[in-house]
């Protein structure tokens, strides 16, 4: 080999290369194993707790942001963690307004090609590799959901607590639509679309309320409960387990 000059790496064989890969996938499995027990250890005292979804484009000062943030103050008071994705835009306005109440405020943040950054109002924070089990935390935990406007992120997430409450793999939790000009045209396409052509039972529309005082909101979720602690029974404990 000429001095100085770098010796190039030899390509695995086909098949070689795809036992490296298979042997990464399956060791992957231990590393999801493992976000899933530190959250699990690191949120066990949370309860109870309100998830709380929204656009991480929003910027401070925006009507939303605003209203996030008197929500979820008032949701803090009242005595409920506030959880939320850890993010800027809405995201930042959920924890604010938590920490700036008297219960916790948590950010499960995610890590994305272009980086997320964590906000500066949170009391508990985690961040994770993979989004699904990010959205088993969400869920877990979660004695509601309140949405607010958002994008795709937002939309996968309120689908997903939809479907797992409408599947009952989780256990029924008041899920709150807040910002009637944003939401109204979902909520009449699901209405007049999916119910009408029976893509959904006409009683899965009721799964989903639509508020925008934040006091209201506040209000749903003690009426959900006024029959039931918000503790899971046992059943919905064992169900969790299976999200």
């Given at each position: ?176 639509l807040v910002q009637s000009s944003f939401w109204g045209g979902l909520l009449d396409w699901i209405r007049n679309t999916l119910a009408a052509e029976r893509m959904i039972d ?29 503790t899971p029974t046992a059943a919905e404990r064992e169900s969790l387990l299976n999200l």
């Open positions: 080999m000429t001095p100085g000059k770098k010796k190039l790496p030899v390509p695995l064989a086909p098949e070689l290369l795809e036992k490296s890969w298979s042997a990464r996938e399956s060791w992957r499995v231990f590393g999801i194993m493992a976000e899933v027990v530190e959250a699990t250890e690191k949120l066990h005292a949370v309860r109870p707790a309100v998830s709380v979804f929204g656009s991480a484009r929003v910027p401070p000062g925006h009507p939303y942001y605003q209203l996030t943030e008197q929500i979820t103050r008032q949701l803090s008071d009242a005595g409920f963690t506030v959880i939320s994705g850890g993010g800027p835009g809405l995201m930042e306005a959920a924890n604010k307004g938590a920490f700036e109440g008297r219960s916790l405020s948590v950010g499960l943040n995610i890590e994305l090609p272009h980086e997320q950054s964590g906000n500066a109002y949170q009391d508990l924070g985690h961040t994770f590799r993979h989004f699904f089990t990010r959205k088993v935390m969400f869920a877990k935990f979660a004695s509601a959901y309140v949405v607010m406007p958002g994008g795709f992120g937002t939309l996968d997430e309120l689908m997903e607590a939809l479907t797992l409450v409408q599947t009952r793999k989780m256990r029924r939790v008041p899920i709150i006409p009683g899965d529309i009721d799964l989903v309320q639509l508020i925008d005082d934040p006091a209201e909101v506040v209000a749903a979720i003690f009426a959900h409960y006024e029959s039931r602690g918000f």
